[in-house]
Each structure stands twice: as structure tokens, then as C-alpha cells.
């Protein structure tokens, strides 16, 4: 079993900047893809942006170039720093790790999420 817990959420105003932490802890002998979701109020859950366990990245358009995702192999954690915030990033965040116990077989773990909100 994998447990994760994510961290760094909050409030701040527009324009300013917030780093999310996910730390995975548990039966892992390796770790794949990892990744954070949003869902915002009435809307569906998306993704956000991921990074491969070669370090390749993906973003929606809508983060490109303000938020940047990072690992911590030793670690187990995934990281999120979030700049130039806007209202419309105000959602939960969720992080995603595909998690294997043995090197052959991957499971998708989530964290509990945590708030971020974006208001002046």
C-alpha cells in the first residue's frame, strides 16, 4: 500500500505564487509517472501537468508557462510551483503517482488533496 500526503496549499492573491508538495511513502520499490489534477467548483476533474520517470513533462495550456512540475527520485515527492496565480486556478489539487511494489506492476495512488484559492 501507498499512502500519499500533499501539502503547500492556501490562499493568496492574484499574481502571486504557491508550491504544492507530494510525498509518497509505503511498499515502493519504484515509481513511474506522477502528476497533479484540479477540479474547481462545477467543473470536472483535469489534468494539470505530469513528469515521467525520465523527467519529460506535459502542461495544459492553460498553466504552461506559470506552473512548473519537479521530482525528487530519493525523495518520493512530487512537487508543483505555481506563479503568476489567477482566480481561475482556485480548485483542490490532487497529485497522482503510479507506484509499483515490485517493478512490474504499476497502481495509480491519489493524495487527499488540498485547497488552493486564489482571491484578493
Known amino acids: 500500500q501507498v499512502t500519499l500526503v500533499e501539502s503547500g496549499g492556501g490562499l493568496v492573491q492574484p499574481g502571486g505564487s504557491l508550491r504544492l508538495s507530494c510525498a509518497a511513502s509505503?511498499?515502493?520499490?519504484?515509481?513511474?509517472?506522477m502528476g497533479w489534477y484540479r477540479r474547481a467548483p462545477g467543473k470536472q476533474r483535469e489534468l494539470v501537468t505530469a513528469i515521467r520517470a525520465d523527467g519529460s513533462t506535459y502542461y495544459s495550456d492553460s498553466v504552461k508557462g506559470r506552473f512548473t512540475i519537479s521530482r525528487d527520485n530519493a525523495k518520493n515527492t512530487v512537487y508543483l510551483a505555481m506563479n503568476s496565480l489567477k482566480p481561475e486556478d482556485t480548485a483542490v489539487y490532487y497529485c497522482n503517482v503510479a507506484a509499483s511494489s515490485d517493478g512490474d506492476y504499476y497502481t495509480n495512488y491519489w493524495g487527499q488533496g488540498t485547497q488552493v484559492t486564489v482571491s484578493s
Open positions: 509505503g511498499s515502493i520499490f519504484s515509481i513511474n509517472g
